[in-house]
């Protein structure tokens, strides 16, 4: 960074003497704000064309501006752009060094527009490209979690409420419930896109500007749906960083969700899962570890998500219109924010699909915990008996097991029976884990054949929506 006297500055002719030294580093954004280069010389390069269009640009004016931005991008890129923070911010970083490489035509770039709809419009553009990619990376967590599904549609586990054993359930059917909190997330990405695919650009500072600009062109140049209706909206609006950052949110509350079950299911006294070693670290004292790394870390980072989300929305709460300085304080919560939930699913992505199975463990909680208690309560529903007056007699039952330490599939016919005298030999056939889960055979049930319905339905579901 090299050091720049206020008379300098693109707005230094009304000052009388340069800006403090500390107040230049405290007010400057282009340590971090120069991450969006390329969206502001893409829209630089928009409104340039849009500006020859309209005639305020010649066309010489025009192909300096862009040979100039092109050379501007090519030196970012590789490493031999000089930030100065006496410049402030990416905007006037970039400006600045296009007046040096081209002189004149360099100056006219500003006409009509002003920083106040440039960040807003770079903000879009980078916040466009970042939802694309994490909707990329939750399609493939999605179809890696249809492929788990598929492997083990029929392998059983508890179904736990209140982590107590309650029914058993399919694997597969559990991978699909991730699946759907998923496919709800990349759907509300979806629509906070439309809201952010707006263009502010033509608002200039506030009011508009007295040049005769197209922005329905500049909008098309750039891919818009459209322009912003309002140009004081069009400025001072930051809803779409928050509404992005409460999708992000959602994400990572999901995943600390997945991830606290991984957590579980790969702990000694669960047991139920391998995460394989790529996806864990050891002990640097206790030699036997194997710590859940990945899926411990995710969990983590949902606080600081939610944290720039509270954060976000203080930041705008009771701000006046239009633009405020309040607003380059957006940039940091929203660029951790998009790079903690592309880590995270990136993580996720790549880690579900190698989760080893074990199913043996699996089965045999589900069959320890009287996971089937309300299989023997709808029978004898079947058989005649009110659902109140089954329950209290399979709750006698599990007491009866309790006691001599068996699952309710262990006991005797004789011993059922004297509990109920509707209890004949085909008890048993319910009673099993299998016949449990294949009895609730019906649409977003647990059956296998149903969770292999599901699947065909979700492929096809992740195939059509874009
Ligand atoms: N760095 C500023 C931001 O991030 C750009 C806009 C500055 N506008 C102004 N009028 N000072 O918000």
């Given at each position: 960074?090299?050091?720049?006297?206020?008379?300098?500055?693109?707005?230094?002719?009304?000052?009388?003497?340069?800006?403090?030294a500390?107040?230049?580093?405290?007010?400057?954004?282009?340590?971090?704000?120069?991450?969006?280069?390329?969206?502001?010389i893409q829209?630089?390069?928009?409104?340039?064309?849009?500006?020859?269009?309209?005639?305020?640009l010649?066309?010489?004016?025009?192909?300096?501006?862009?040979?100039g931005l092109?050379?501007?991008?090519?030196?970012?890129?590789q490493?031999?752009?000089?930030?100065?923070?006496s410049?402030?911010?990416v905007?006037?970083?970039i400006e600045?060094?296009?007046t040096?490489?081209?002189?004149?035509?360099?100056?006219?770039l500003?006409?009509?527009?002003?920083?106040?709809?440039?960040?807003?419009t770079?903000?879009r553009?980078?916040?466009?490209?970042q939802?694309?990619?994490?909707?990329?990376?939750?399609?493939?967590?999605?179809s890696?979690?249809?492929?788990?599904?598929e492997?083990?549609?029929?392998?059983?586990?508890?179904?736990?409420?209140?982590?107590?054993?309650a029914?058993?359930?399919?694997?597969g059917?559990?991978?699909?419930a991730?699946?759907?909190?998923?496919?709800?997330d990349?759907?509300r990405?979806?629509?906070?896109?439309?809201?952010?695919?707006?263009?502010?650009?033509?608002?200039?500072?506030?009011?508009?500007?007295?040049?005769?600009?197209?922005r329905?062109y500049t909008?098309?140049?750039?891919?818009?749906?459209?322009?912003?209706?309002?140009?004081?909206?069009?400025?001072s609006?930051?809803?779409?960083?928050?509404?992005?950052?409460?999708?992000a949110?959602?994400?990572?509350?999901?995943?600390s969700?997945?991830?606290?079950?991984?957590?579980?299911?790969?702990?000694t006294?669960?047991?139920?899962?391998?995460?394989p070693?790529?996806?864990?670290?050891?002990?640097?004292?206790m030699?036997?570890?194997?710590?859940?790394?990945?899926?411990?870390?995710?969990?983590?980072?949902?606080?600081?998500?939610i944290?720039?989300l509270?954060?976000?929305?203080m930041?705008?709460?009771?701000?006046?219109?239009?633009?405020?300085?309040d607003n380059?304080?957006?940039?940091?919560p929203l660029?951790?924010?998009?790079?903690?939930?592309l880590?995270?699913?990136r993580?996720?992505a790549?880690m579900?699909?190698?989760?080893?199975?074990?199913?043996d463990?699996?089965?045999r909680?589900?069959?320890?915990?009287?996971?089937?208690?309300?299989?023997?309560?709808?029978?004898?529903?079947?058989?005649?008996?009110?659902?109140?007056?089954?329950?209290?007699i399979?709750?006698?039952?599990?007491?009866?097991?309790?006691?001599?330490?068996r699952?309710?599939s262990?006991?005797?016919?004789s011993?059922?029976?004297?509990l109920?005298?509707?209890i004949?030999?085909?008890v048993?056939?319910?009673?099993?884990?299998?016949?449990?889960?294949?009895?609730r055979?019906?649409?977003?049930?647990?059956?296998?054949?149903?969770?292999r319905?599901?699947?065909?339905?979700?492929?096809?579901r992740?195939?059509?929506?874009?």
């Amino acid at each position: 960074m090299t050091d720049n006297s206020s008379s300098q500055k693109p707005w230094g002719g009304r000052f009388t003497e340069s800006t403090d030294a500390f107040v230049e580093t405290f007010t400057a954004s282009v340590n971090f704000d120069q991450r969006l280069y390329h969206y502001d010389i893409q829209g630089s390069r928009a409104h340039a064309r849009m500006l020859e269009k309209v005639g305020v640009l010649s066309k010489t004016e025009l192909d300096s501006i862009l040979t100039g931005l092109k050379q501007i991008e090519r030196d970012i890129e590789q490493g031999n752009f000089q930030w100065s923070v006496s410049l402030e911010d990416v905007h006037m970083n970039i400006e600045a060094r296009l007046t040096t490489l081209i002189g004149e035509a360099g100056k006219k770039l500003h006409t009509g527009r002003s920083r106040n709809d440039q960040v807003a419009t770079d903000l879009r553009l980078y916040l466009r490209d970042q939802i694309n990619a994490a909707c990329a990376e939750l399609r493939r967590l999605q179809s890696g979690l249809l492929d788990v599904a598929e492997r083990e549609s029929d392998t059983l586990l508890p179904g736990f409420t209140h982590l107590q054993v309650a029914m058993p359930v399919t694997f597969g059917h559990h991978m699909l419930a991730w699946f759907e909190n998923l496919q709800r997330d990349r759907q509300r990405l979806m629509e906070c896109l439309k809201r952010v695919n707006v263009m502010p650009l033509g608002a200039a500072a506030l009011a508009g500007t007295s040049f005769p600009i197209d922005r329905h062109y500049t909008a098309e140049l750039l891919g818009f749906d459209s322009p912003a209706e309002n140009s004081l909206d069009a400025v001072s609006d930051r809803d779409f960083v928050i509404e992005f950052c409460s999708c992000a949110a959602l994400i990572l509350i999901h995943l600390s969700r997945f991830s606290e079950e991984l957590i579980l299911w790969a702990s000694t006294q669960f047991d139920f899962i391998d995460l394989p070693d790529r996806f864990c670290t050891g002990s640097s004292i206790m030699p036997q570890k194997k710590n859940p790394d990945v899926p411990e870390l995710v969990r983590g980072k949902s606080g600081r998500v939610i944290g720039h989300l509270v954060g976000l929305l203080m930041l705008m709460k009771a701000q006046p219109l239009a633009y405020n300085k309040d607003n380059q304080e957006d940039k940091e919560p929203l660029f951790d924010t998009v790079d903690t939930i592309l880590g995270c699913l990136r993580a996720f992505a790549d880690m579900v699909p190698a989760i080893e199975v074990k199913a043996d463990n699996m089965r045999r909680a589900a069959a320890s915990g009287y996971a089937t208690a309300t299989d023997l309560a709808d029978y004898l529903v079947r058989k005649g008996l009110a659902f109140r007056d089954a329950h209290e007699i399979v709750g006698n039952a599990v007491r009866l097991g309790i006691e001599s330490k068996r699952d309710l599939s262990e006991m005797s016919l004789s011993e059922l029976q004297s509990l109920s005298a509707l209890i004949e030999s085909d008890v048993f056939d319910v009673l099993t884990l299998e016949g449990s889960v294949s009895a609730r055979n019906h649409y977003g049930g647990t059956a296998p054949d149903q969770v292999r319905a599901a699947i065909i339905r979700a492929r096809q579901r992740l195939a059509c929506s874009d």
